[in-house]
């Protein structure tokens, strides 16, 4: 989903003000982009995103971690068959320590991958929306209109309805 | 600009009913990480030169033979293992609190996580060393990984040393994840705040080029949650499989079913000590009340008591199979913990985990701070002996008489003890001064929202569910924390 | 070679073929001269061994030796196989005699020590001979060759006529002092039924004691004679105290110190009624009775003594009575030494009458009573000779030191006894620069001019010219071959039976060397001098002789066999004096006679009559090399040299001394440190049963048939393979074991059996495994630390519940039991799966293998091993040059970091099997022999393997008194002990009745029940 590069930015002291803004630039047809210092469950409502699909990462992750720790206990014991106490050489009530540990090692990691590729971290190249301001991290909310330039007009005035302190421009 | 606007009827969250907008967050977080006093300057050079007493001790070890330490046949483990067991279990608060408080959704959690999760981490780190340092040949530790020799010789996955190989990489990878993504969107709020152009930098490159977007937002949440699902059995396991050193073998005091269980309430118990050992001074030195309110003092007293509860049950229970099973072997070990030459060891750890802990019911006790402080560092005290004397008294008191022969420890183990605490406490303060302390975003999300018409805004009410100032608790103040 | 052998030297050797046999075996250079024992290499094959046959000198028993050398270096020393005196066999001495080779102490070369400058000067051997020569010219010239004096030691066969002739035509006087050799040597009870020893150690010095512990072994261990009857014969103690030899005893009579003649006399009839001599002798009179019921009871019965410790001046009597109890009508002969000689040398030394003195004795200096002040004598003579290998008491006041070949690199004879003509061989090229005493007393008398009859170039040479009445040509080689001639023809070598029936030669008593008859004396009690309240018994030390072998690491490592003390000297006191005298283990005591007084620890048991204290001899060096440098005290010192009325053989009984305490006590790093506890904390470890329940048991359960006794295949089930649960099925074995793992149900399952009624203690299996397995010795202060690295040790236990360790330490027992352990090599082996690395693994033969290369030392195995019997490399330790020579090429020397264990010597079974498959066949049964098995003189030990049902092994551990130590556990131990059999209902102690692996068990009495109620009971 490639959003335009151009576009309006809002910034709310409220949330409130931020969530009634990007209902009315959905109404509007605009793509948003919005910038908030904390996950808010009003922001998610307003933008009506499904649900992420890192789980899916976790699950294989997990289920390969499985494997691969069954697959490096069992074969390295077979490989090199030695008894030791008396002990079957594929002791499963052993090795399931090692199963578990994989299964969770690499299902942490895939998790991570997972969150890094969708959530398209480190970020490199041009960021998703061209405008930021620092006081997203500290208390403000900002909502980025995806729109050309000539609808610029337009988009202000919703911000401004809606009640956002500032807006500003990308003038590129 | 916003926050010179006139605010509506102020609500609070029960939690930092102090903390009215989130702009303190950020301030409070980034007062963390301004320049330190002298004090500071001061504790990182102890802590370091005690590093560098465990590296010189270290090198005795490794140039003479492990000889330098007192271990001895038949006790063929003694401090190195107890430190390694007593640093694992003091991780495992941290991963409790982190992810499994944040799987219950207890929102008294995130204002201490950080710090919980950083020790962790730490601990951790510090466990790590010790199965190197109490080898024989630690220069050929790497034996232990799962590499095969130049004969094609695989190590044995079915000793119970490998499954501790392991549990703690893991345990380390994961919780330093862990650390690391629940860090991201805070050190994007330091970065936007920080002033120096060299830590502005390094934070510009650690956080990733977070935004806080919604996007970032959506996949961060649910990765999180995922994470914390992960590590909420791992947590459990590690402790069980570090128990299962002991319990797999057949020395009689090892060889029990109770282990498992047992070590990750002294686990938890041992940690939660030691957090409340390191945030009473954090609380202290930067003057936290705000975050550290009496709740969470009453939280920490709740699972200490727990803890306590369910590790002295354990030490009964031991005592009880021994004494029912008329097994000879058990029966003169954990006669021998209490009678024998280690018969104060016993004892403490039986007063200090299972019976001090027990005084904060007392309300006036776990109210004081002081008294806390006392008290968790008491119970790490306690909780290091109950280790001393599962490993050592056992080995010394086993099948065969002729080998009953106690250990007693050398400077060199005593320096890689203290060392140990250097190297742990080293790390906390570097992480003080460099890296968020105070979880900015996430105790955002206990906050309030500021919000233009709250009223109308039923949504803003959910969990951390913010009150008015006058349906407070009664008794709740700042001063009345800090006797 | 002032440094011992250089490596390029060594190469040579190697490299040299034929000449290299010669070169690597023979000081002397005659190459044709060496005849190996088993093989004749035409030339050294590297990695292989050649052995060669000599004779022990450690000790005047003079044992048949078997050694082993490696590319011309000796590296371990056995019995010879069917030698009448060692009987294949060795004693911990005998064992540890390749380190007095090897001694780093030793001195280099000859040197003299000029008036008023101190430091020796180095010389070499023509230098010094000319020197004492032209010393000796001027001392006849003079006429005065009467004050040249030859103090001797123990000098038999050849050199005693080398040193008659030399003096003689000198016209020097010789003098002998040989302590401790008056013991006949020649006794012959296996058979006996009774064996009353008054003193006598005999399984520690007196006489031969491998010979004698062979013979003990046989007499008094549980056995079935030919009509399957039991049999085992009793054993009596009477002395004042208990060395090892009194601990085997089914009864210790302790009369009061002087009085043992009465018993003897009691018994060997006139010498009054029982109640008299129990009044008399303070014995209680029940024991006494039972001594005499006992006596009666009994068909053959010997007697042995006295022993040195109970050697007054009334010896002889006491000789004779106990002379009469065997039914000698001659009263024995007193043999050895005549201090009275020795006595007046010493005064006319003193009197500065003896202007050089040639001493070839064990250490005067140290093992002579301080009593004859014989240093301060010697002083007064311009020109002392010494001709100590050694550094010691005597040579540090010598100035001429011309250090004598140790044993192994010398050629001479020695007779231990009539009918034995044994040979001592050199097996190897002198470690240091030193010379024989009859190669430079023949030099000397070429110098001087003087004929010797049958005098030669080389001492080698006057020796085979003295043999060749006995043995030349042929003969010769044989008698070289074999190390002696004796028992009139030439017995054709074998391999000792496993539990064989090989009995000495001699049969009737006869006099020892040299001997010197005494008429019939009259008894008395014997009167003791002295102030002090407490009767002092100077007891020879199992370990050190009187002292001469006191400076080898092992031996000093080893921890007394009653005492369990390493690397100490310490002063044994009976509790209730200790109480008395408010002292504990290990304080400090001052032991003072009129003679001279001494420092040594406290040593509290009840071994010990409370009116008595023993000391024993050894220690208290001040000469003697590094590792003696001040450890203990010398009890000769105590002593004022006194001596037997009849035969002026040593005293060493008859003073009394004083104690005090001077307020030293023991802490963990200072004092006396006593290895292992004295009761067996119920653990059921060491076992024994009555000899009325065993006899019970096997007529029963007669008849059982080797391999298909249920017991055996369940062992056999637990071989190597699987986990077996104890009570399992054997037939599914190894159907089922096969199962786990690749392992194919394997030709062999190693194992041990060992028998706890023959074991005695002597602890040569232990100095055997060091020799053979490049054991370090780890030094005092570690061994406090519970550091030994001893793979098999020797544990001690006076009895069974913790119950009675407070009343044992007050109250002797008859049933001290003793315990050899090592590594079990358990079939469920607790210690191989926590190894992370597969350092510990099972191997297919049933080994518990331990791989040192691949052990990072986690030490976890040793955790898990409920016999503790793993030890661990905690430094690198050092084998001080050239003890290093003596390391064995075939074991991997360790580093630190590293567990090690017994291997059931793992190198002797490949090597085995590598002969076999070069032959093209299986193994025999009892060929394979470890080292501590092979050292056994009480041959305790049986190795085999336990899946051949009709192997030694197999029909031994089916006994009804095998069991298996810690058999709960189900690790499947491969090592079988056999009970103890006691006289009486023995305690067994343990928790809750347990069935013991071979059915013994529903025989015994289960003594000592389960005493669980009384432990830990909180």
Same mark, same amino acid.
């Given at each position: 989903?490639?959003?335009?590069?151009?576009?309006?930015?809002?910034?709310?002291?409220?949330?409130?003000?931020?969530?009634?803004?990007?209902?009315?630039?959905?109404?509007?047809?605009?793509?948003?982009?919005?910038?908030?210092?904390?996950?808010?469950?009003?922001?998610?409502?307003?933008?009506?995103?499904?649900?992420?699909?890192?789980?899916?990462?976790?699950?294989?992750?997990?289920?390969?971690?499985?494997?691969? @720790?069954?697959?490096?206990?069992?074969?390295?014991?077979?490989?090199?068959?030695?008894?030791?106490?008396?002990?079957?050489?594929?002791?499963?009530?052993?090795?399931?320590?090692?199963?578990?540990?994989?299964?969770?090692?690499?299902?942490?990691?895939?998790?991570?991958?997972?969150?890094?590729?969708?959530?398209?971290?480190?970020?490199?190249?041009?960021?998703?929306?061209?405008?930021?301001?620092?006081?997203?991290?500290?208390?403000?909310?900002?909502?980025?209109?995806?729109?050309?330039?000539?609808?610029?007009?337009?988009?202000?005035?919703?911000?401004?309805?809606?009640?956002?302190?500032?807006?500003?421009?990308?003038?590129? | 600009?916003?926050?010179?606007?006139?605010?509506?009827?102020?609500?609070?969250?029960?939690?930092?009913?102090?903390?009215?907008?989130?702009?303190?967050?950020?301030?409070?977080?980034?007062?963390?990480?301004?320049?330190?006093?002298?004090?500071?300057?001061?504790?990182?050079?102890?802590?370091?030169?005690?590093?560098?007493?465990?590296?010189?001790?270290?090198?005795?070890?490794?140039?003479?033979?492990?000889?330098?330490?007192?271990?001895?046949?038949?006790?063929?483990?003694?401090?190195?293992?107890?430190?390694?067991?007593?640093?694992?279990?003091?991780?495992?608060?941290?991963?409790?609190?982190?992810?499994?408080?944040?799987?219950?959704?207890?929102?008294?959690?995130?204002?201490?996580?950080?710090?919980?999760?950083?020790?962790?981490?730490?601990?951790?780190?510090?466990?790590?060393?010790?199965?190197?340092?109490?080898?024989?040949?630690?220069?050929?530790?790497?034996?232990?990984?799962?590499?095969?020799?130049?004969?094609?010789?695989?190590?044995?996955?079915?000793?119970?040393?490998?499954?501790?190989?392991?549990?703690?990489?893991?345990?380390?990878?994961?919780?330093?994840?862990?650390?690391?993504?629940?860090?991201?969107?805070?050190?994007?709020?330091?970065?936007?705040?920080?002033?120096?152009?060299?830590?502005?930098?390094?934070?510009?490159?650690?956080?990733?080029?977070?935004?806080?977007?919604?996007?970032?937002?959506?996949?961060?949440?649910?990765?999180?949650?995922?994470?914390?699902?992960?590590?909420?059995?791992?947590?459990?396991?590690?402790?069980?499989?570090?128990?299962?050193?002991?319990?797999?073998?057949?020395?009689?005091?090892?060889?029990?079913?109770?282990?498992?269980?047992?070590?990750?309430?002294?686990?938890?118990?041992?940690?939660?000590?030691?957090?409340?050992?390191?945030?009473?001074?954090?609380?202290?030195?930067?003057?936290?009340?705000?975050?550290?309110?009496?709740?969470?003092?009453?939280?920490?007293?709740?699972?200490?008591?727990?803890?306590?509860?369910?590790?002295?049950?354990?030490?009964?229970?031991?005592?009880?199979?021994?004494?029912?099973?008329?097994?000879?072997?058990?029966?003169?070990?954990?006669?021998?913990?209490?009678?024998?030459?280690?018969?104060?060891?016993?004892?403490?750890?039986?007063?200090?985990?299972?019976?001090?802990?027990?005084?904060?019911?007392?309300?006036?006790?776990?109210?004081?701070?002081?008294?806390?402080?006392?008290?968790?560092?008491?119970?790490?005290?306690?909780?290091?002996?109950?280790?001393?004397?599962?490993?050592?008294?056992?080995?010394?008191?086993?099948?065969?008489?002729?080998?009953?022969?106690?250990?007693?420890?050398?400077?060199?183990?005593?320096?890689?003890?203290?060392?140990?605490?250097?190297?742990?406490?080293?790390?906390?303060?570097?992480?003080?001064?460099?890296?968020?302390?105070?979880?900015?975003?996430?105790?955002?999300?206990?906050?309030?929202?500021?919000?233009?018409?709250?009223?109308?805004?039923?949504?803003?009410?959910?969990?951390?569910?913010?009150?008015?100032?006058?349906?407070?608790?009664?008794?709740?103040?700042?001063?009345?924390?800090?006797? | 070679?002032?440094?011992?052998?250089?490596?390029?030297?060594?190469?040579?050797?190697?490299?040299?073929? @034929?000449?290299?046999?010669?070169?690597?075996?023979?000081?002397?250079?005659?190459?044709?001269?060496?005849?190996?024992?088993?093989?004749?290499?035409?030339?050294?094959?590297?990695?292989?061994?050649?052995?060669?046959?000599?004779?022990?000198?450690?000790?005047?028993?003079?044992?048949?030796?078997?050694?082993?050398?490696?590319?011309?270096?000796?590296?371990?020393?056995?019995?010879?196989?069917?030698?009448?005196?060692?009987?294949?066999?060795?004693?911990?001495?005998?064992?540890?005699?390749?380190?007095?080779?090897?001694?780093?102490?030793?001195?280099?070369?000859?040197?003299?020590?000029?008036?008023?400058?101190?430091?020796?000067?180095?010389?070499?051997?023509?230098?010094?001979?000319?020197?004492?020569?032209?010393?000796?010219?001027?001392?006849?010239?003079?006429?005065?060759?009467?004050?040249?004096?030859?103090?001797?030691?123990?000098?038999?066969?050849?050199?005693?006529?080398?040193?008659?002739?030399?003096?003689?035509?000198?016209?020097?006087?010789?003098?002998?002092?040989?302590?401790?050799?008056?013991?006949?040597?020649?006794?012959?009870?296996?058979?006996?039924?009774?064996?009353?020893?008054?003193?006598?150690?005999?399984?520690?010095?007196?006489?031969?004691?491998?010979?004698?512990?062979?013979?003990?072994?046989?007499?008094?261990?549980?056995?079935?004679?030919?009509?399957?009857?039991?049999?085992?014969?009793?054993?009596?103690?009477?002395?004042?105290?208990?060395?090892?030899?009194?601990?085997?005893?089914?009864?210790?009579?302790?009369?009061?110190?002087?009085?043992?003649?009465?018993?003897?006399?009691?018994?060997?009839?006139?010498?009054?009624?029982?109640?008299?001599?129990?009044?008399?002798?303070?014995?209680?009179?029940?024991?006494?009775?039972?001594?005499?019921?006992?006596?009666?009871?009994?068909?053959?019965?010997?007697?042995?003594?006295?022993?040195?410790?109970?050697?007054?001046?009334?010896?002889?009597?006491?000789?004779?009575?106990?002379?009469?109890?065997?039914?000698?009508?001659?009263?024995?002969?007193?043999?050895?030494?005549?201090?009275?000689?020795?006595?007046?040398?010493?005064?006319?030394?003193?009197?500065?009458?003896?202007?050089?003195?040639?001493?070839?004795?064990?250490?005067?200096?140290?093992?002579?009573?301080?009593?004859?002040?014989?240093?301060?004598?010697?002083?007064?003579?311009?020109?002392?000779?010494?001709?100590?290998?050694?550094?010691?008491?005597?040579?540090?006041?010598?100035?001429?030191?011309?250090?004598?070949?140790?044993?192994?690199?010398?050629?001479?004879?020695?007779?231990?006894?009539?009918?034995?003509?044994?040979?001592?061989?050199?097996?190897?090229?002198?470690?240091?620069?030193?010379?024989?005493?009859?190669?430079?007393?023949?030099?000397?008398?070429?110098?001087?001019?003087?004929?010797?009859?049958?005098?030669?170039?080389?001492?080698?040479?006057?020796?085979?010219?003295?043999?060749?009445?006995?043995?030349?040509?042929?003969?010769?080689?044989?008698?070289?071959?074999?190390?002696?001639?004796?028992?009139?023809?030439?017995?054709?070598?074998?391999?000792?039976?496993?539990?064989?029936?090989?009995?000495?030669?001699?049969?009737?008593?006869?006099?020892?060397?040299?001997?010197?008859?005494?008429?019939?004396?009259?008894?008395?009690?014997?009167?003791?001098?002295?102030?002090?309240?407490?009767?002092?018994?100077?007891?020879?030390?199992?370990?050190?002789?009187?002292?001469?072998?006191?400076?080898?690491?092992?031996?000093?490592?080893?921890?007394?066999?009653?005492?369990?003390?390493?690397?100490?000297?310490?002063?044994?006191?009976?509790?209730?004096?200790?109480?008395?005298?408010?002292?504990?283990?290990?304080?400090?005591?001052?032991?003072?006679?009129?003679?001279?007084?001494?420092?040594?620890?406290?040593?509290?048991?009840?071994?010990?009559?409370?009116?008595?204290?023993?000391?024993?001899?050894?220690?208290?060096?001040?000469?003697?090399?590094?590792?003696?440098?001040?450890?203990?005290?010398?009890?000769?010192?105590?002593?004022?040299?006194?001596?037997?009325?009849?035969?002026?053989?040593?005293?060493?009984?008859?003073?009394?001394?004083?104690?005090?305490?001077?307020?030293?006590?023991?802490?963990?790093?200072?004092?006396?440190?006593?290895?292992?506890?004295?009761?067996?904390?119920?653990?059921?470890?060491?076992?024994?049963?009555?000899?009325?329940?065993?006899?019970?048991?096997?007529?029963?359960?007669?008849?059982?048939?080797?391999?298909?006794?249920?017991?055996?295949?369940?062992?056999?089930?637990?071989?190597?393979?699987?986990?077996?649960?104890?009570?399992?099925?054997?037939?599914?074995?190894?159907?089922?074991?096969?199962?786990?793992?690749?392992?194919?149900? @394997?030709?062999?399952?190693?194992?041990?059996?060992?028998?706890?009624?023959?074991?005695?203690?002597?602890?040569?299996?232990?100095?055997?495994?060091?020799?053979?397995?490049?054991?370090?010795?780890?030094?005092?202060?570690?061994?406090?630390?519970?550091?030994?690295?001893?793979?098999?040790?020797?544990?001690?236990?006076?009895?069974?519940?913790?119950?009675?360790?407070?009343?044992?330490?007050?109250?002797?027992?008859?049933?001290?039991?003793?315990?050899?352990?090592?590594?079990?090599?358990?079939?469920?082996?607790?210690?191989?799966?926590?190894?992370?690395?597969?350092?510990?693994?099972?191997?297919?033969?049933?080994?518990?293998?331990?791989?040192?290369?691949?052990?990072?030392?986690?030490?976890?195995?040793?955790?898990?091993?409920?016999?503790?019997?793993?030890?661990?490399?905690?430094?690198?330790?050092?084998?001080?040059?050239?003890?290093?020579?003596?390391?064995?090429?075939?074991?991997?020397?360790?580093?630190?970091?590293?567990?090690?264990?017994?291997?059931?010597?793992?190198?002797?079974?490949?090597?085995?099997?590598?002969?076999?498959?070069?032959?093209?066949?299986?193994?025999?049964?009892?060929?394979?022999?470890?080292?501590?098995?092979?050292?056994?003189?009480?041959?305790?030990?049986?190795?085999?393997?336990?899946?051949?049902?009709?192997?030694?092994?197999?029909?031994?551990?089916?006994?009804?008194?095998?069991?298996?130590?810690?058999?709960?556990?189900?690790?499947?131990?491969?090592?079988?002990?056999?009970?103890?059999?006691?006289?009486?209902?023995?305690?067994?102690?343990?928790?809750?009745?347990?069935?013991?692996?071979?059915?013994?068990?529903?025989?015994?009495?289960?003594?000592?029940?389960?005493?669980?109620?009384?432990?830990?009971?909180?």
């Amino acid at each position: 989903m490639s959003k335009l590069r151009t576009g309006v930015l809002g910034v709310f002291a409220y949330l409130d003000t931020a969530t009634d803004a990007i209902r009315r630039l959905k109404h509007a047809g605009y793509e948003v982009t919005v910038y908030s210092p904390t996950p808010r469950h009003e922001l998610e409502e307003a933008l009506e995103v499904p649900e992420s699909p890192v789980r899916i990462f976790t699950l294989v992750g997990a289920f390969t971690g499985t494997a691969a @720790g069954t697959a490096l206990a069992t074969w390295t014991s077979i490989d090199w068959p030695l008894l030791v106490g008396g002990k079957e050489v594929v002791a499963l009530p052993a090795f399931s320590v090692i199963m578990f540990e994989v299964t969770i090692l690499l299902g942490a990691l895939s998790t991570v991958a997972g969150l890094f590729i969708l959530g398209r971290l480190p970020h490199i190249g041009p960021p998703e929306a061209p405008l930021y301001h620092p006081s997203f991290t500290a208390g403000n909310f900002g909502v980025f209109a995806h729109a050309p330039r000539d609808r610029y007009d337009q988009v202000q005035a919703i911000m401004t309805e809606a009640g956002s302190e500032e807006v500003l421009l990308d003038h590129r | 600009m916003a926050t010179e606007t006139e605010t509506p009827t102020v609500v609070r969250s029960t939690f930092h009913p102090e903390v009215e907008r989130y702009e303190e967050v950020n301030r409070d977080a980034d007062r963390l990480l301004t320049k330190p006093g002298r004090g500071y300057t001061a504790l990182l050079a102890l802590t370091v030169s005690l590093v560098g007493l465990m590296v010189i001790a270290e090198l005795h070890n490794i140039v003479f033979g492990l000889g330098m330490s007192g271990l001895t046949n038949p006790v063929g483990w003694g401090v190195y293992i107890t430190t390694f067991v007593f640093w694992v279990g003091i991780g495992h608060a941290g991963t409790l609190i982190s992810a499994i408080l944040y799987l219950f959704r207890a929102p008294w959690r995130q204002s201490i996580y950080r710090f919980a999760e950083a020790m962790t981490v730490f601990a951790v780190l510090t466990a790590a060393l010790f199965p190197i340092i109490h080898i024989g040949r630690p220069w050929f530790f790497y034996w232990l990984l799962p590499l095969p020799s130049q004969r094609g010789l695989w190590p044995n996955f079915r000793s119970p040393l490998l499954w501790d190989v392991f549990a703690v990489t893991t345990y380390l990878t994961v919780s330093s994840v862990f650390f690391y993504i629940g860090l991201i969107p805070d050190i994007a709020a330091a970065r936007d705040s920080a002033t120096h152009p060299m830590r502005k930098k390094v934070y510009t490159i650690l956080a990733l080029g977070w935004k806080g977007t919604d996007r970032e937002w959506r996949h961060f949440t649910r990765a999180y949650l995922y994470l914390a699902a992960l590590a909420t059995p791992l947590v459990l396991s590690v402790h069980s499989v570090v128990s299962w050193d002991f319990a797999v073998s057949i020395v009689p005091g090892w060889h029990t079913t109770i282990f498992a269980p047992y070590f990750v309430a002294g686990a938890i118990l041992s940690g939660v000590a030691m957090v409340v050992t390191i945030m009473v001074p954090v609380h202290r030195i930067f003057n936290l009340g705000k975050y550290f309110t009496p709740v969470h003092y009453d939280r920490l007293a709740n699972l200490l008591i727990l803890t306590s509860c369910i590790v002295g049950y354990a030490y009964g229970m031991e005592y009880f199979m021994a004494w029912y099973s008329g097994e000879l072997y058990e029966r003169d070990v954990f006669w021998d913990r209490v009678t024998g030459e280690y018969w104060w060891a016993g004892w403490s750890m039986i007063t200090f985990n299972a019976i001090i802990p027990q005084f904060l019911w007392i309300k006036r006790v776990r109210r004081n701070l002081n008294a806390f402080f006392l008290i968790s560092v008491i119970v790490n005290i306690g909780m290091w002996w109950e280790r001393f004397v599962i490993i050592v008294p056992s080995l010394a008191h086993s099948y065969e008489p002729w080998k009953f022969l106690n250990y007693h420890l050398t400077w060199v183990e005593a320096s890689v003890l203290l060392g140990s605490f250097g190297w742990f406490f080293m790390w906390f303060l570097l992480f003080l001064r460099y890296l968020p302390g105070l979880s900015i975003a996430e105790i955002k999300e206990v906050l309030p929202p500021p919000l233009k018409h709250p009223e109308g805004h039923p949504a803003t009410v959910e969990e951390g569910s913010p009150t008015p100032v006058a349906t407070l608790p009664s008794g709740y103040t700042e001063r009345e924390v800090v006797v | 070679m002032a440094d011992g052998m250089k490596r390029r030297d060594f190469l040579k050797v190697v490299g040299a073929g @034929g000449v290299g046999v010669a070169a690597a075996g023979c000081s002397t250079g005659q190459a044709d001269k060496l005849i190996p024992y088993v093989i004749q290499p035409e030339e050294i094959v590297p990695g292989v061994p050649t052995w060669y046959a000599t004779t022990c000198r450690e000790c005047p028993a003079g044992c048949g030796l078997m050694v082993e050398t490696h590319e011309g270096r000796a590296t371990k020393v056995e019995g010879t196989p069917d030698h009448p005196v060692s009987h294949g066999h060795t004693c911990a001495r005998g064992q540890a005699s390749v380190q007095g080779l090897y001694h780093p102490d030793r001195h280099r070369g000859p040197s003299v020590v000029e008036e008023g400058v101190g430091v020796p000067r180095n010389l070499s051997w023509s230098g010094v001979e000319t020197d004492l020569a032209r010393r000796i010219q001027g001392f006849r010239q003079a006429g005065r060759a009467g004050e040249i004096v030859f103090i001797t030691g123990g000098y038999t066969g050849t050199m005693d006529r080398l040193a008659r002739d030399f003096t003689a035509a000198v016209g020097a006087r010789r003098v002998e002092y040989a302590p401790l050799e008056d013991a006949p040597r020649d006794l012959d009870f296996a058979d006996a039924d009774l064996l009353i020893s008054f003193g006598a150690d005999f399984l520690e010095t007196w006489g031969s004691p491998v010979d004698y512990a062979h013979q003990f072994a046989r007499m008094h261990a549980y056995r079935r004679d030919a009509g399957g009857a039991a049999r085992r014969g009793r054993f009596v103690w009477v002395g004042p105290h208990r060395p090892l030899t009194g601990l085997s005893a089914d009864l210790w009579i302790a009369p009061r110190p002087g009085t043992e003649g009465r018993i003897a006399a009691l018994l060997a009839g006139g010498g009054g009624d029982a109640a008299a001599v129990a009044q008399a002798t303070g014995v209680p009179p029940q024991k006494l009775q039972t001594l005499v019921e006992w006596y009666g009871q009994s068909a053959r019965r010997v007697a042995l003594g006295p022993g040195a410790a109970l050697s007054g001046t009334n010896a002889t009597a006491v000789r004779q009575a106990v002379a009469r109890i065997n039914g000698a009508g001659a009263a024995p002969a007193a043999g050895g030494t005549d201090l009275r000689a020795l006595r007046q040398v010493i005064e006319e030394m003193r009197a500065g009458r003896v202007g050089m003195v040639f001493i070839d004795a064990p250490d005067p200096a140290h093992t002579l009573p301080g009593g004859m002040r014989f240093v301060e004598a010697l002083k007064r003579v311009p020109v002392r000779v010494s001709f100590s290998p050694f550094p010691d008491e005597t040579s540090r006041h010598c100035n001429y030191l011309l250090p004598d070949h140790h044993f192994l690199e010398k050629w001479d004879d020695y007779e231990p006894r009539p009918g034995v003509s044994a040979l001592v061989q050199p097996v190897m090229r002198p470690v240091f620069n030193t010379r024989q005493v009859g190669d430079v007393l023949l030099a000397l008398a070429r110098q001087l001019g003087v004929a010797l009859p049958g005098a030669a170039d080389s001492y080698y040479d006057y020796l085979r010219a003295g043999w060749a009445g006995r043995a030349s040509g042929t003969a010769w080689r044989e008698a070289v071959k074999r190390g002696g001639v004796w028992g009139g023809a030439a017995v054709a070598a074998a391999p000792p039976p496993v539990q064989g029936d090989t009995t000495t030669a001699a049969t009737t008593p006869a006099a020892p060397q040299p001997p010197r008859p005494a008429g019939p004396v009259a008894y008395q009690d014997l009167s003791f001098a002295g102030e002090g309240e407490f009767h002092l018994v100077v007891y020879p030390s199992y370990r050190f002789f009187d002292g001469r072998t006191a400076n080898r690491p092992w031996l000093l490592e080893l921890p007394d066999p009653v005492t369990k003390v390493p690397w100490d000297a310490w002063v044994e006191i009976h509790p209730e004096a200790a109480r008395r005298l408010e002292v504990e283990q290990g304080d400090e005591l001052e032991v003072t006679s009129r003679h001279g007084s001494l420092r040594l620890r406290a040593y509290v048991w009840p071994g010990v009559r409370p009116d008595t204290v023993a000391i024993q001899m050894g220690l208290g060096h001040e000469g003697f090399g590094q590792w003696t440098e001040g450890r203990g005290a010398n009890p000769m010192r105590l002593l004022g040299g006194d001596s037997d009325a009849a035969t002026g053989a040593p005293a060493y009984f008859g003073e009394k001394v004083a104690l005090r305490r001077t307020g030293e006590t023991n802490t963990r790093w200072t004092g006396i440190f006593e290895q292992g506890v004295r009761v067996q904390h119920d653990r059921r470890l060491a076992q024994a049963v009555s000899l009325a329940a065993i006899t019970r048991a096997d007529a029963a359960g007669g008849g059982r048939i080797p391999g298909q006794d249920q017991e055996i295949e369940q062992l056999h089930g637990g071989g190597g393979f699987a986990p077996v649960p104890t009570h399992t099925d054997p037939t599914a074995f190894p159907a089922e074991g096969g199962k786990f793992g690749e392992y194919i149900d @394997g030709e062999v399952r190693w194992g041990m059996a060992v028998d706890l009624a023959r074991c005695i203690g002597c602890a040569a299996c232990t100095v055997a495994c060091y020799a053979e397995n490049n054991i370090p010795v780890v030094g005092p202060s570690e061994v406090k630390r519970g550091r030994d690295l001893s793979w098999l040790r020797i544990e001690r236990y006076f009895g069974v519940t913790r119950e009675e360790d407070e009343a044992l330490r007050e109250e002797a027992t008859d049933d001290v039991r003793f315990l050899p352990m090592l590594c079990q090599h358990c079939s469920n082996a607790p210690c191989e799966p926590v190894c992370p690395v597969y350092a510990a693994y099972h191997t297919p033969d049933g080994l518990n293998a331990q791989v040192y290369n691949r052990c990072v030392g986690t030490r976890y195995c040793a955790n898990n091993c409920p016999w503790k019997v793993r030890v661990f490399n905690w430094f690198t330790y050092k084998f001080a040059e050239p003890l290093n020579w003596q390391l064995n090429p075939d074991v991997t020397v360790r580093e630190k970091g590293v567990m090690e264990k017994c291997t059931f010597c793992v190198q002797r079974i490949h090597e085995r099997e590598r002969g076999a498959a070069q032959e093209g066949r299986l193994l025999r049964d009892g060929e394979v022999v470890p080292a501590c098995v092979q050292a056994c003189p009480t041959e305790g030990f049986v190795f085999g393997n336990f899946s051949d049902p009709a192997s030694a092994l197999s029909r031994v551990a089916a006994s009804h008194r095998g069991y298996r130590t810690l058999d709960e556990i189900n690790a499947q131990p491969a090592i079988v002990y056999l009970k103890k059999v006691t006289l009486h209902e023995p305690a067994n102690g343990g928790h809750g009745e347990r069935p013991a692996p071979f059915g013994g068990d529903e025989h015994t009495p289960q003594g000592g029940v389960a005493q669980p109620a009384q432990q830990g009971g909180h």
